[in-house]
């Protein structure tokens, strides 16, 4: 997989919507346009089809391809990029009909997902939804493979690889997946031993572009990419969060969602994503400026609901609040923030603080040198922040376990 080349000169797109009623076409368009702006696209023409369904030979129709056709000659543009999935047949035949390249809305997604993925992990779920998206498609597409040539949507398998060697293909899902199958049994071994260890865990999730790593990189000082793109990180990221009451949990943040993200790219993803499962507590970062933030949490929620997430507790935290002009009332399950200026941070911290179960608290107690064993066990599995030799006994500030704080009540100091 390679990275876009910043040094070529970007593909001259048209979008091509079909609008067929089953959604808002023109609001999925906006969020095509800003997909193809992550890949690297200059969109020079947008163009919405009405039809009731899509014609089976083009999607579009013969006549609208033909003034598809004159445009991309008259505006030198040479990518057309459909907000919809096409068939293996219809992109055989589009690209014939406007001798342009050719792209659906899934493969733009894939593209940007292989320039996206750091980990070994997110890489091999990234190849192997491409080999089986493209495989289902290679029947009909004919000359329309070797039409792509390199650029936006061929970043991943090679095309003529994928023309001529099916079993080549098969064999290398096979690889993949057991690939992925042996890094899925890894993390969750990780997984139940951070249980078994007692590691508290929260899950940063939501829309894409709603500014889950900017507030993840303010909390951590982790240095995650943040970028105005989407999908602009891809891979799981943890880093330890320390919280105001002395304890620290394992903070993660994951990619990030769209409208009609296609089922098969969900499940492509679901290992990753299901670590939000195991998460204790999560956060659902929302673009408090958007007008459609409502849409986009039911999205969201609608995706942690199919992941088993219903019954973990959720703070929604509406990011972006210094660009709305709307009552702001902070909350034990909302709060509004800026990320980026830092503005709300302490109160999400504090909600962090008492929506997590009790897991340590923190004391001050005075242990006598006689129960020496008991302070080293306490050292052991909590967290020291201060520790004095006086005549009564150690005076010592720190975290205490759960299980150890009715024992330790009779040492709290003065």
């Known amino acids: 997989m390679h990275e876009i080349r910043q040094n070529e000169a970007p593909a001259r797109a048209i979008l091509v919507g079909l609008d ?4 808002d076409a023109a609001v999925s368009m906006d ?14 023409l947008t163009v919405i089809q009405n039809r009731p369904a899509p014609e089976a030979a083009t999607c579009i129709g013969a006549g609208k391809l033909t003034e598809i056709r004159e445009q991309a000659a008259l505006l030198e543009a040479d990518l057309l990029i459909f907000d919809t999935e096409l068939t293996g047949m219809q992109m055989r035949n ?3 009909a406007t001798d342009c390249k050719v792209i659906d809305r899934t493969m733009l997604i894939l593209d940007i997902f292989a320039g996206r993925a750091r980990t070994a992990e997110g890489k091999v779920q990234v190849e192997l939804a491409q080999y089986k998206y493209r495989l289902t498609r290679l029947t009909g597409m004919g000359t329309a493979l070797s039409r792509l040539g390199g650029g936006i949507g061929t970043r991943g398998p090679g095309e003529t690889k994928l023309e001529t060697d099916r079993r080549h293909i098969r064999s290398r899902i096979t690889s993949l997946e057991h690939a992925l199958r042996e890094m899925e049994r890894h993390r969750k071994f990780i997984g ?6 007692g590691i508290l865990t929260v899950a940063i999730v939501g829309y894409t572009n709603a500014g889950k790593s900017t507030l993840f990189n303010m909390l951590t000082d982790a240095g995650v990419l943040a970028e105005n793109k989407l999908f602009a990180t891809l891979d799981v990221t943890a880093r330890a969060l320390e919280l105001p009451d002395g304890r620290t949990v394992l903070l993660s943040d994951t ?6 993200l296609p089922h098969h790219l969900v499940e492509a993803f679901r290992s990753t994503l299901e670590e939000t499962a195991q998460a204790d507590l999560i956060l659902h970062v929302l673009d408090a400026s958007e007008a459609d933030v409502q849409e986009r949490m039911q999205i969201t929620q609608e995706l942690l609901n199919d992941l088993g997430c219903a019954e973990i507790p959720q703070i929604h935290v509406f990011n972006k609040a210094d660009l709305v002009d709307i009552p702001q ?3 034990l399950e909302n709060v509004w923030i800026s990320a980026r200026h830092g503005n709300g941070l302490e109160a999400l911290l504090q909600a962090i603080v008492r929506s997590l179960p009790e897991t ?3 004391m001050r107690l005075c242990i006598p040198y006689s129960e020496g064993s008991f302070l080293q066990r306490l ?3 909590g967290k020291v922040f201060s520790e004095e030799f006086t005549p009564e006994g150690t005076l010592v500030d720190l975290m205490v376990d759960v299980r150890y704080q009715k024992q330790a009540a009779a040492f709290i100091a003065g």
């Open 94 to 96: 589009i690209s014939d």
């Open 379 to 381: 050292r052991e599995e």
């Open 192 to 197: 139940s031993r951070r249980k078994k260890d």
């Open 329 to 331: 009332h902070s909350d």
């Open 20 to 23: 067929t009623g089953d959604y």
């Open 31 to 44: 969020e095509l346009r800003a997909l193809a702006d992550t890949a690297g696209c200059e969109v020079v």
């Open 255 to 260: 990619v990030g969602l769209i409208r009609r």
């Open 360 to 362: 340590a608290r923190r």
